[in-house]
């Protein structure tokens, strides 16, 4: 899919570039960046443990009996269950793989028939306005069938006697079906149906539906890691499930052997953790049409620029179809797809390498992006455990690799990600969207979002609880229409301490001075987990943040906080400057650049930043241009300049400003 002019391989004048290397400069998220050090294990089971409130036992005791009733032990059973689905039905709902219920059992041909298409943005085939969804209107995904080893919910009505309708609507008739299946996995390589759970890996292993060994082998690794680890929590429709922690269980991992599945040798190419599932699927680089080329640009970074960001993408596609165009070299290009199934990765670019995926040429120079295969509007076509759980792993070990600090002015959503210039604002993408659990991911980094400080640390950490916190979207499936009620980690702003009071306006996305709204996909008035901002007021269970130039208000009640306190680095004008201006990429002055390098303008957005607001501060980076027209990479050139610049939490997206307009202080004063 090509975009505009503007978006030309081969415009010297389309959006750009990044920055130079952060300097020492870490604020308070310095602290949680350094738990990333910490094994998966050590950081998850508390947290896990804190979201456990109280609920229905139902589903608990439907666990017990199917148990039971097939010989499975129950720790296997809630563990398998776990990483497939958080114990969660999602309301009988479909995932992106078609799997049902809290056993995830799959009907891909019933599921990829509602499949969801919608458009979150506009396209260029640089990536430097915003990704369109990314399947394009002739690839519309069609109703699919899958190999015998993943339609589960088929095997399941044949063993346990019950009906498919009900598999996918009964959470409990979902369980005894899970159930049905591991022992049939079991009997299938020919072991007892044990009462030891050490005795079930290969089992676990066969559930996964993997083609590989690898993989298997990561989704068992997974499951028995939950098992030993413990997991308790009160599932979106108010189940609360609990699996105590045995970390004595050691399970046999020669049963593997037995499965029979092909062991995939690890490219040389691939640059992932060992802990997880991946495969070369290389992007293609090629010249093509009147000196065009695509779909990525050489690089060799982080020598030549270094990485700072990890842009969180979903596919709003299938994984076939992603793979499909992905080869395609007139599109656009990321680093890695994972899998919904399994959490299986695809890799696409060396890391040195510069895809065009996050919409903003600067931040696409210093970033690697991760796709997750799943649809924005569709929030019950949900992501898997073992997805979150990879796709951790992988954000973790890039982090470290490139010193990356897990928060979220580093960690971004594609949401997240500023316009360059101010007509690029409308066409921003708003993926992966306020369905996407920032709070549990984190907390699968290592990296929990938790309160620091008391009411005066003068910072704010949005995070609602994401199961119970269920405010109203619209445009999912149609327009003006609520979407299912749903989880979200994102929370509403306000002009005042009202529930009834205006939405904030985003003069950005709407210059003509019109309201934000519920939709899905307008972020004018929206802050996401994990985002830190500086409070600006409280009253009573609200709370007042800066953002976007004005005072903002979202509920925060005592007793049940959507936000938590910290403290840290902020950012004001400098005294005596009524405002500030705003800017979507940080380059360098005029000055920096070479002959031959057409110089890029420093152009700042509608915004401005007044005196007496103040914003988080996330990091320090000098002026930074890639200049990238040309197939053969020797014709690149980085340009760096004296200006340096700060990024900031400035609304749903970040953006920088120019030290010299700002002054930093701590948030407490």
């Keep these: 899919m090509r975009g505009s002019a503007q978006d030309s391989a081969h415009d010297p004048n389309r959006p750009e570039p990044g920055p130079t290397r952060r300097t020492a400069l870490r604020t308070a998220g310095a602290a949680a960046s350094a738990a990333f050090l910490l094994p998966l294990a050590a950081q998850a089971p508390a947290a896990l443990a804190d979201e456990s409130r109280s609920g229905s036992d139902a589903l608990q005791r439907a666990f017990a009996a199917a148990a039971k009733e097939y010989g499975v032990p129950l720790s296997v059973l809630l563990g398998v269950s776990y990483l497939q689905s958080r114990w969660d039905g999602h309301g009988g709902a479909p995932s992106v793989t ?29 990536g430097d306005l915003a990704r369109a969804r990314l399947v394009p209107d002739t690839e519309v995904p069609q109703p699919r069938q899958l190999p015998a080893r993943l339609r589960t919910l088929e095997r399941a009505a044949e063993l346990s006697g019950l009906s498919a309708e009900s598999l996918r609507a009964d959470e409990a008739a979902n369980v005894r079906g899970g159930a049905a299946l591991l022992a049939a996995e079991q009997q299938k390589l020919g ?60 399970p046999d991992t020669r049963q593997l052997r037995t499965l029979g599945l092909p062991s995939v040798a690890r490219d040389p190419n691939i640059d992932a953790p060992k802990g997880v599932s991946c495969e070369w699927f290389p992007a293609p680089y090629e010249q093509f049409g009147d000196n065009d080329y695509g779909n990525h640009d050489l690089g060799n970074r982080p020598e030549s620029q270094t990485i700072d960001y990890i842009v969180i993408h979903d596919t709003e596609g299938t994984w076939d179809v992603c793979l499909k165009l992905i080869k ?61 759980r990879a796709s951790a792993r992988l954000v973790r070990y890039l982090a470290r690799k490139y010193d990356i600090p897990l928060d979220r002015q580093h960690i971004l959503g594609h949401d997240n990600v500023p316009g360059t210039t101010t007509p690029n604002i409308k066409g921003m993408h708003t993926d992966p969207g306020p369905y996407w659990d920032w709070a549990h991911y984190f907390t699968l980094l290592g990296a929990p979002f938790r309160t ?26 149609t327009a003006g229409q609520p979407c299912a009620p749903h989880g979200s980690g994102a929370v509403r702003l306000h002009t005042a301490p009202s529930a009834d009071a205006p939405l904030i306006k985003d003069i950005g996305l709407r210059p003509d001075g019109a309201d934000s709204t519920t939709g899905v996909n307008d972020t004018g008035a929206r ?72 110089v890029q303008a420093v152009s700042p957005l509608p915004y401005k930043l007044l005196a007496g607001q103040r914003y988080a501060l996330g990091l320090k980076t000098q002026g930074e241009y890639l200049w990238a027209t040309t197939f053969d990479p020797a014709g690149h050139k980085v340009v760096r300049g004296q200006d ?13 400003v120019r030290a010299a307009d700002v002054r930093i202080e701590r948030s407490d004063r």
């Design 328 to 388: 395609d070299p007139t599109y656009v290009s990321w680093q890695y797809t994972l899998r919904s199934a399994d959490g299986h990765i695809a890799q696409h670019l060396a890391l040195k390498d510069v895809g065009w995926h996050a919409g903003n040429w600067y931040v696409n120079a210093k970033s690697i992006g991760v796709e997750h295969e799943g649809f924005l509007t569709a929030p019950d076509a949900w992501y898997t455990e073992a997805m979150y």
């Design 644 to 656: 340096t610049y700060y990024q900031i939490q400035f609304g749903h997206r970040v953006a920088f």
């Design 527 to 598: 802050a996401s987990t994990g985002q830190r901002f500086a409070v600006a007021e409280r009253q009573g269970d609200w709370t007042a943040i800066w953002y976007l130039g004005q005072k903002a208000w979202f509920e925060n009640p005592k007793g049940r906080p959507t936000a938590v306190n910290g403290r840290g680095l902020v950012i004001t004008p400098k005294d005596g400057a009524a405002d500030v201006p705003v800017y979507g990429r940080a380059y360098p002055e005029k000055e920096a650049y070479p002959e031959g390098v057409p």
């Design 98 to 126: 078609g799997g049902y219920g809290p056993m995830h059992l799959t009907d891909a041909t019933a599921a990829l028939a509602r499949t969801p298409h919608h458009s979150h943005g506009s396209e260029d085939a640089r």
């Design 191 to 250: 072991l007892p149906l044990s009462e030891d759970p050490a005795d079930w890996y290969g089992a676990v292993a066969a559930y996964s539906g993997s083609d590989n060994a690898t993989a298997a082998a990561v989704f068992a690794d997974d499951v028995f890691e939950v098992i030993r680890d413990g997991a308790a929590r009160t599932t979106g429709s108010g189940e609360a499930v609990s699996l105590p922690a045995a970390p004595e269980v050691s």
């Design 452 to 477: 620091t400080t008391g009411p005066s640390g003068g910072l704010v950490t949005i995070r609602p609880d994401y199961d119970t916190h269920q405010p109203v979207y619209t445009d999912c499936d």
